[in-house]
């Protein structure tokens, strides 16, 4: 299983971008997927989370109401739309899948990394103020 982040960028505060992440291999439909990001001189952490169908998303408080994480099973493809983007924001982020066959799970297991088992390489979000 391969994973393949892309939509990074250069935005001004204020601004939105799309992330996008194409699973290649194995099976997209059952795994539960998530977003992380590492600031520069900060540890990995949680940003979003989503279950198999999309109907069960969970997010970090920083970007509550302001990122959505979203699914197309069809195109075996997992999204973060970000808006009103902050200098904060700025970080490489990750997107990561689950195991096979864990459909959903509790929302303290979506923040935990440990919890996922395949990586993308990351993409370069960058907020200018």
């Known amino acids: 299983v391969q994973l393949q982040a892309s939509g990074g960028g250069l935005v001004q505060a204020g601004g939105s971008l799309r992330l996008s992440c194409v699973v290649f291999?194995?099976?997209?439909?059952?795994?539960?997927m998530g977003w992380f990001r590492r600031a520069p001189g900060r540890e990995r952490e949680f940003v979003a989370g989503?279950?198999?169908?999309?109907?069960?998303?969970y997010y970090a408080d920083s970007v509550k109401g302001r990122f959505t994480i979203s699914r197309d099973n069809a195109k075996n493809t997992v999204f973060l739309q970000m808006n009103s983007l902050k200098p904060e924001d700025t970080a490489v982020y990750y997107c990561?899948?689950?195991?096979?066959?864990?459909?959903?799970?509790?929302?303290?297991?979506?923040?935990?990394?440990?919890?996922?088992?395949?990586w993308g390489q990351g993409t370069l979000v960058t907020v200018s103020s």
């Open positions: 990561a899948a689950g195991p096979a066959g864990i459909y959903d799970s509790a929302s303290s297991t979506y923040m935990d990394q440990r919890k996922y088992i395949y």
């Open positions: 291999g194995g099976t997209f439909i059952n795994r539960v």
């Open positions: 989503v279950n198999w169908s999309g109907a069960s998303t």
